[in-house]
């Protein structure tokens, strides 16, 4: 069972919804331990002071904010704490959205609100909320601080439960404008190859099926150290020679659909 990491209440005008927050993911990846190759012995991590060439000690290091022009400002823990959000226990929900409307880019980390009381009225309320926005097909966006910082959130219904996603701000999200993606009239493709594109893709289409994407390098990781568990030479492959644009865009799709079908 997932650890807690948040409790409180999820609140909208006057209703109150106790609940928890548990993380939706769980870490896989495999992690090593940093070794000197001479010796294995573990590697130790020191702050370390390059004027006075002394180990400093976690509770005499301060911070600094490197200003355009080359200056900087100090910041001591004192100063953190005075912009630190006041801690409360309520998922405030400011609106609710059509779920659609919201592009995945600003999603974040995903979490599970689960019921954080037995309480009949406080499992009617939950199960209100999520039959609600499940049939309106409604998302609500709030905020709620979490391990001292305050993060904006998407609560939707997801499979009978509650799912809340922290989400990244407007201005952390670059517009497409700042990228070198060809608009307008450049590179505008044919009718004839959109058709042929389409194509492709209807023939590639199928249903979402999470199940069969698998984390091919973790697998293969996990091989090598199988491997080498058992005393056997690991070497890696050759590297394969990146594939070349088609000269022929409008062929190179015509030969694409014909293999799939």
Known sequence: MARSLWTGSLSFGLVNVPVSVLSAVRDLDLHFRQLHAEDAAPIDVQRWCS???VEVPYEEITHSYELDDGG???VTDEDLEAVEP??????DIEQFVEEADV???YFDHPYFLVPASDDDGALRAYRLLVDVMASTERAALGRFVMRAKEY???????????VLTTMLFADEVRDPSDV???TGRQAKPTSKQLDAAVAVIEELSTAWEPERHEDCYRKRLEQVIERKRKGETVKAPKAEDEPEPAPDLMEALERTLAELK
């Open 152 to 162: 904006l959130a998407i609560v939707r219904s997801r499979d009978g439960a509650l």
């Open 103 to 105: 592009d995945p880019v």
């Open 72 to 74: 900087e400002v100090i």
């Open 51 to 53: 004027k006075e060439d």
């Open 86 to 91: 006041r801690k409360t226990r309520t998922i």
């Open 180 to 182: 070198d993606a060809p």
